[in-house]
């Protein structure tokens, strides 16, 4: 059986973290499907934005980090997605602070 290639070892890696994350944080199971945010991921080392090699060498609080912010942006814009326009400019007066 062949060995692992450097970027399933990093698809492997990240999926650990995600189903640490996915047991600490219900929001995250609830908004974010687990094969499409890895297939992101896969993407982003094809394009040559992050290499498997990145991936792995970095540590695994970077890593995490790197992963929690990911998920919260999606997670984000799962939630903007249910609001009604109105609701949509309530948030955005927000997060602008008018």
């Known amino acids: 059986m062949p060995a692992p290639s450097m970027k399933a070892k990093a698809l492997h890696?990240?999926?650990?973290?995600?189903?640490k994350v996915f047991e600490d944080r219900e929001i995250y199971r609830r908004?974010?499907?687990?094969?499409?945010?890895?297939?992101?991921w896969s993407t982003q080392m094809d394009k040559k934005n992050?290499?498997?090699?990145?991936?792995l060498s970095i540590t695994e609080e970077?890593?995490?980090?790197?992963?929690k912010q990911m998920m919260a942006f999606r997670a984000l814009g799962s939630l903007l997605d249910g609001l009604t326009p109105e609701q949509v400019e309530i948030f955005n007066a927000a997060v602008e602070g008018r």
Request: proline share 7%.
């Open 62 to 67: 970077e890593l995490t980090h790197m992963i």
């Open 50 to 55: 992050t290499s498997p090699e990145e991936l």
């Open 13 to 19: 890696r990240i999926s650990k973290i995600v189903d």
């Open 31 to 40: 908004e974010i499907d687990k094969p499409e945010f890895l297939e992101t």
